[in-house]
């Protein structure tokens, strides 16, 4: 056997899969122990730290601004809402009022004039009593008709008390303020007197005057005590 056939010989006994390191082919496969690569992450650098400081701080001052706008429209929304709700509420009250007020004062003006028509009808009725009375003369009569006319200027006289008395019971106006003698009857009233003129010997017999009644009950009333004491 030739040297070239006897390697060939001992080289098929082997798998060539006993001489791979299976260690080594998953840290390449992995990239450890070579340089990086672009596809690899790595940790950010200070320029970009910084880039994406200023951009969250961008970020938050346009929020803030935002917020302040909302802020704003929200109390825009609010003042409108109140001055609507001011609009209604007063829209209703107002009608209410003047519905009511437009009633009460037609009531009020379809009374006075009522009154107004009953006072000129009583104002009218007046005047013809008052005509009545003033044409009554008793100097034109005579002998022949005295009775006829004094029954006749009685029954005027009559006619016309009773239109005044109706008048008066239907205008108190007509009644006029009555005089109740009030300020006669505080004229007869006595003054008390005064005892800002009285000398000071004079007031003093005076208190003595209200008082002596009191010395006395005290003075018994300390001798009663003392003989109580004496005796025990």
Do not use: C
């Amino acid at each position: 056997m030739r040297a070239a056939d006897y390697i060939r010989a001992v080289a098929s006994e082997f798998d060539q899969s006993d001489f791979v390191d299976s260690d080594f082919q998953a840290a390449k496969a992995s990239g450890y122990g070579s340089a990086p690569t672009a596809g690899v992450a790595r940790p950010p650098s200070r320029e970009e730290i910084e880039t994406k400081v200023n951009e969250t701080q961008q970020r938050l001052q346009d929020l803030k601004r935002q917020q302040e706008e909302l802020e704003r429209e929200r109390a825009t929304l609010e003042e409108a809402r109140r001055r609507r709700t001011e609009f209604h509420m007063g829209r209703d009250e107002m009608l209410q009022n003047l519905t009511r007020g437009i009633g009460l004062l037609e009531e009020a003006e379809f009374d006075a004039r009522r009154d107004a028509e009953q006072m000129a009808k009583t104002l009218g009725e007046l005047r013809d009593a008052l005509i009545k009375v003033q044409t009554l003369n008793d100097q034109t009569w005579t002998q022949d008709n005295y009775n006829v006319e004094l029954t006749r200027a009685l029954t005027a006289i009559e006619n016309a008390r009773m239109e005044w008395n109706a008048a008066q019971l239907k205008w108190p106006v007509l009644s006029g303020p009555t005089d109740t003698g009030s300020g006669a009857g505080k004229e007869d009233e006595p003054v008390p007197p005064s005892l800002a003129g009285l000398s000071f010997w004079q007031l003093a017999r005076l208190g003595l005057a209200f008082t002596w009644p009191l010395a006395v009950i005290a003075l018994a009333a300390g001798g009663v005590v003392v003989a109580l004491l004496l005796n025990r």
